[in-house]
Structure formats: C-alpha cells, structure tokens
C-alpha cells in the first residue's frame, strides 16, 4: 500500500476524527480544556499585537515629527508589577484547570464494583497492530482475544456502560488514541497504564496509534465499534465460540496446520496456539485487514497470504511462497472462519 492510498483511508475516517465532537465523558473534558486555553492565548495574542501594531502607527517616523530621539524611560515600578502580576495569575489558571481535568479524565468515574456494567480489556500494543484481550463484562469472564477492532457496549440514559482499558505492550511504547472518546495514553513495556470511557453514541469511532514506533506506525490504524447492548452481547456469544469446523475447507484446514502459520496465529479449537501474530479464530467478523489498512474481503486477504509486504511494507509477517493452489486452499479456510 502506498503513502497515497493510506491518506485515502484516512481521509475517508476524518469525518469521525475530530477532538471536538466529543462522544465520552474524557473527551469531552479534553474539549473544554482544548477550548478555553485556545480562547486564552487568542486574548493574549490579540491584546500584544493590537498594543504593538497602535505603537508602530501612532510613533511611526513622519516627515513632519520630531527629528530627534523620543525621551528613553529606565525601569518603572507600576510596569514591573504589571508584567508579573498578570502572567502569574493566567499561569495559575491554567494549572488549576489542568489539574481539574486530570482529575476528571483520571478519576472519574471511581473504580468499577462487582455487579456495575463496566467492560475491562486488556489491550496489547503490538508492531503495528492492536492485540484486544477481553477479560470481563458484566461481572462475567469472558476469555477471549480478538485483534484491531475493539467492540464494546452503548451506555444508555441510567444505565453506563463504562469501559476500562489495561494498556500494554509487547515491544515498544505505543499509543491509544480515539479522538472522540478519551485522550491518548502510552503503551508502556513492563508497565500498565489504564484509561477508561463511556459512551452512548454507536458507530465505529477512528483512531490512530499516537507514538512513533517504526515503519508501518502510520499503519497502526485502530478502531471502535460501539454496539446496542444486545448486538454487544450477541458479539461476545459469537466470539467465545470455538473456530467453525466447515467440512468444505478441510484440505485448506490441513495446509494452515502444516505451515508456518500455526508459529504465530491461533485459531481456538484447533492445534493452532501460537501467540505472536492476531487471533485468527473468528477473523472473518472483522471489518479490515493489517489493522485497518484494507477491507476484509477474500481479494485482500489473498493478497496477505501471497505477500503481506506488499499490503503492509515491513509489517513482521513474511511471504512464504505458497503454491497458487495452496494458497487458496488456505484463503479458503481462512475465509470460513466467521
Ligand atoms: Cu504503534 Cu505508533
């Protein structure tokens, strides 16, 4: 994929993008901040440079004005109070709206109990894609990994649906970031950082890994997609189920176990454990490919399986040379697993 079609993609996601049109309680508090600092340095820009622009035309040299100097002025006590007075006072705002902000996007709501609705993911940051492990909702485990697209619940009027992330990392430091939902956090190895949001607008909401972290870091595209409650719950039925066995790609079942694939991908319900590369167990119930880079369809995923590098260039899966035959044996398989 090239600099150019990726742009199209994101363009195509910009009109979800923006910071202000909040759609969760963090963001919103990051949009008053954003507003009213904004609203601060306009002041103070328009009050130095109208002051500045008055003293270039009122004292401007004319033909007709004083030839010599203008009397010099050294010091001035009401001057100096001034200049300090009025720049410790914004600065004190400002840090006390900061810190207000942080205490909202931090800590509030407080810490969910047994029996609230409240979701916890733990999410991996991995190069270059998303690694969503679901740990529980509800009160129940759940026990399943999924990649790059993450579903969770719509609150609703009394009911909040909260939403909490554990945010780690695999190999280095990455960043989640959803504009319309929560600030962005780091992705930190050996640390877990946690942030958390609700919201009652559904729809798939953009964002965008926000910490350079190598070739295809621009490629980090990440994506939330925000159910009614019971498509919620019909997800999680759906994605506890084992892989589907569909006797029609048994031949390509058998080459996906025999090769390489079964290194890094799982797929539950069979001998595929590995855990280095996305869960492949219900791949066909996601939207995009490479995390977000092209649609999930059976044209895109061809072309991974005959040569990631030329979907993803630099993304860690390599081209394997498969046989024409064999690869589609395996697109095939891969393609029943809904
Ligand atoms: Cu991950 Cu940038």
Known sequence: MTGWELLAVRQSQA?????FEPAAPPSQSIRTLSILLFAI????????????????????????????????VYGGTPIEIAWTVAPTLIVSILVLVLARTLW?????????????NALFVTV????????????????????????????VPAGSEGVPRHVYLDLQSADVIHSFWVPRLAGKTDLIPGKTNRMWFETRERGT????????CGTQHAGMLLRVIVDSPEEFERWIELQQRPARDDPAAREGKAAFLAESCVNCHRVRGTPAAGTYAPDLTHL???ETLASGIVPNNRENLDRWVKNPQQVKLG?????????????????RYLATLR
């Open 41 to 72: 340095a306009a002041l103070i820009f328009i009050v130095v440079e109208g002051i500045l622009f008055y003293n270039l035309l009122r004292f401007r040299k004319t033909a007709d004005g004083p030839s010599t100097e203008p009397p010099q």
């Open 124 to 151: 991996v940051g991995r190069q270059w894609w998303w690694e969503y492990r679901y740990d529980k909702y509800n009160g129940r485990d759940l026990g399943f990994i999924t990649a790059n697209e993450l579903h």
């Open 284 to 286: 066909m119930s996601r």
């Open 315 to 331: 993304c860690l899966m390599p081209a394997f040379s498969f046989s024409d035959r064999r690869r589609e044996e395996i697109v």
């Open 205 to 212: 909401f953009y964002g965008q890994c926000a910490e350079y």
């Open 15 to 19: 009109e979800n993008l923006s910071i």
């Open 104 to 116: 909202e996007i931090d800590l509030d709501p407080p810490p969910p109990k047994p029996g609230d």
